[in-house]
């Protein structure tokens, strides 16, 4: 039996290749039917029929399926205070950075304002730093990137900022924003004063997609579609995949969502392999991500301080810089790598860490996620066996240095 699939897209873009691997044309040389400028409304598992709303014209349309997967991600989360419907408060979805960029041009936008210092909220006030412009940070947590990196990395991060003259102000709730007679934005009402602006760009979190669904599918309290280690939804024959949904985390042996591109690849896989058998599940992720900002390279998996005191884990840490090149070996410049090992004070399991340079080591971080998934502990990495050649590396890696470092304390 011929399957074939219908991708009902919402407003992407089809021929984008950072988000598709393959163009129209191609797909359909797969027989992977594409239907651009659909939104999806509703759901019938009994006549196994979902509806659509074409959002160009209005039309409606129903497809029918044998096995369904959903795909329908998140969307940025619109701040529920007054004047979030201001000319100029804007989110970073659905791909309006281009609009964005066009908006921070213009003469008069001098003060920014950036609701938000997680990966988009950071990487967009590193690019507005470059126009001229003002830039203020305003973020609920007490530094940036939090969830993320401790203070050990956050801290290089802060001086970046203040020398490029964005400023950041932590533990700050945003009250209101504020707008002239023309309804465009002109200020930020926070706990800790006002600023001006005339631009704002809310960086908050995402929301699943997924109040098109009603109560034909398990829908979790924080609104993710419930699924198994299979990708499989409360119903046999509809899967879900990515942003609307939540995955197995190693580090606590929760669910919870992780909103990675490579996650939902991953999910993605489990339910094509799983659509008519389940005999392959997903076997958890730890999260593991990086970024360049500032001229910093930097990449983490698992736990840090932060999250493991809000899932209520025990963790000890150790930190460690080491200078990446050996003198009178290498030609290149001595770079020093920051490297911070988060294990289980009892078992020594290893638990996260994070790496950070203005060399790119941040493949390394990649050891540590197998490490997480496999359960080793500090004994096991401290010996483990990571090449050395000189003229390449230093004599022992400082994954091996850290783990040493924990264990000798």
Do not use: C
């Amino acid at each position: 039996m011929e399957h074939s699939v219908n991708w009902a897209e919402q407003r992407g873009a089809i021929n984008n290749p950072a988000v598709n691997q393959m163009n129209r044309e191609e797909l359909e040389t797969h027989n992977i039917h594409v239907h651009s400028f659909y939104e999806a409304t509703a759901i019938n598992p009994t006549n196994h029929s979902v509806q659509f709303v074409n959002v160009v014209d209005g039309a409606t349309e129903s497809f029918n399926y044998d096995k369904l997967i959903i795909a329908t991600g998140a969307h940025a989360f619109n701040l529920p205070i007054a004047g979030n419907d201001l000319d100029n408060v804007a989110t970073l979805r659905h791909g309006k950075q281009h609009q964005l960029m066009a908006t921070v041009k213009q003469a008069n936008i001098k003060n920014i304002v950036v609701v938000g210092a997680g990966y988009i909220g950071m990487m967009v006030s590193d690019q507005l730093s470059q126009f001229g412009k003002k830039v203020t940070i305003v973020d609920i947590n007490d530094r940036p990137l939090s969830t993320y990196l401790d203070a050990d990395f956050t801290d290089i991060l802060n001086n970046h900022m203040r020398e490029k003259q964005i400023a950041f102000i932590p533990n700050t709730k945003v009250d209101s924003f504020s707008g002239n007679d023309h309804d465009q934005v002109t200020a930020v009402q926070t706990n800790h004063g006002v600023f001006d602006a005339d631009l704002v760009v809310v960086s908050a979190g995402t929301r699943p997609n997924t109040d098109w669904i009603g109560g034909e599918l398990t829908i979790n309290e924080r609104g993710y579609i419930v699924t198994d280690d299979y990708s499989k939804t409360s119903n046999k024959d509809i899967f879900a995949i990515g942003d609307s949904t939540e995955i197995l985390y190693n580090p606590t042996h929760q669910r919870m969502n992780i909103s990675l591109a490579s996650n939902a690849e991953r999910q993605a896989r489990v339910a094509v392999r799983n659509l008519f058998e389940q005999t392959k599940p997903i076997h958890g992720v730890q999260g593991s991500s990086g970024l360049q900002l500032f001229g910093e390279l930097f990449a983490s998996t698992g736990l840090n301080t932060l999250t493991a005191g809000r899932s209520g884990i025990d963790v000890e840490s150790t930190y460690v810089e080491q200078v990446n090149a050996m003198p009178g070996f290498s030609k290149e410049p001595a770079q020093t790598v920051r490297f911070k090992l988060f294990y289980a004070p009892k078992s020594h399991k290893i638990l996260g860490a994070a790496i950070m340079s203005t060399a790119n080591e941040t493949q390394q971080i990649n050891i540590i996620s197998v490490a997480i998934q496999m359960e080793m502990t500090l004994e096991q990495l401290a010996d483990a066996d990571l090449f050395f050649q000189p003229k390449l590396t230093n004599l022992w890696n400082v994954i091996n240095v850290a783990a040493m470092r924990a264990l000798n304390n």
